[in-house]
């Protein structure tokens, strides 16, 4: 019987110590969730530049798409066909009409929505680094106004009746979450009717 007891003291307190180690304690969980804590907030502002840079990306690539369908609709058409900007309270849209058509968007228009919070500039409003592109950038001195595409495919600037050609065009656009300099974009429309997307790298602009 002593031999048994001893056993039974021996196993019971094997038990108690693997109970003991098994697990981690209260202060081991909250070192590790502040470590956590700490990698999030290091990492949270890289990540929401990646997003807003993602989304203002999307966005640019909407724009350019519809000067393309409005590019294409003029060749198809046989028609002068031009976009337009309107800006309802979410953010802005591109549609695209015949050129003599002066209405507003229809349901039935080639449209895109660029989504809030970005915004049109005629040129970028920061004093600094950040400038308007040059003509020695884009290649043509551009214009700001809506841009028009003729029965050849070739941007134009119309004025009733006619569409002058061998003009250039660019629009530029800022997601106003981000400050400063950060989060410029632009779409530029050469002469020859190639559309390209430009980013503000914060010291010069870029594909």
Avoid at 10 to 27: C, H, L, V
Avoid at 108 to 116: F, I, M, N, R, V
Avoid at 125 to 149: I, K, Q, V
Avoid at 173 to 197: C, L, N
Wanted: aromatic content about 10%; overall charge positive.
């Amino acid at each position: 019987m002593p031999i048994v007891y001893a056993v039974d003291s021996m196993t019971e307190k094997k038990r108690t110590r693997r109970d003991r180690e098994a697990g981690f304690s209260m202060i081991e969980i909250l070192i590790v969730v502040l470590i956590g804590l700490i990698v999030m907030a290091l990492a949270l502002p890289n990540v929401l530049t990646v997003l807003a840079n993602t989304r203002l990306r999307s966005n640019i690539s909407t724009l350019s798409g519809i000067f393309q369908n409005c590019r294409m609709m003029s060749v198809r058409n046989n028609r002068v066909m031009s976009t337009h900007f309107s800006y309802p309270s979410n953010g802005i849209m591109a549609y695209v009409k015949l050129a003599t058509d002066g209405t507003g968007p229809t349901r039935t228009d080639t449209q895109g929505e660029l989504e809030a919070p970005i915004m049109k500039f005629t040129t970028p409003s920061r004093a600094g680094a950040l400038s308007a592109m040059t003509s020695g950038t884009l290649g043509f001195t551009p214009s700001t106004a809506d841009a028009s595409f003729n029965t050849r495919g070739l941007p134009c600037l119309y004025t009733n009746p006619t569409c002058a050609a061998n003009q250039g065009f660019v629009y530029y656009f800022k997601d106003t979450r981000r400050s400063g300099g950060d989060g410029w974009a632009a779409v530029s429309i050469s002469p020859a009717g190639r559309i390209k997307k430009w980013f503000w790298s914060g010291t010069a602009w870029g594909e």
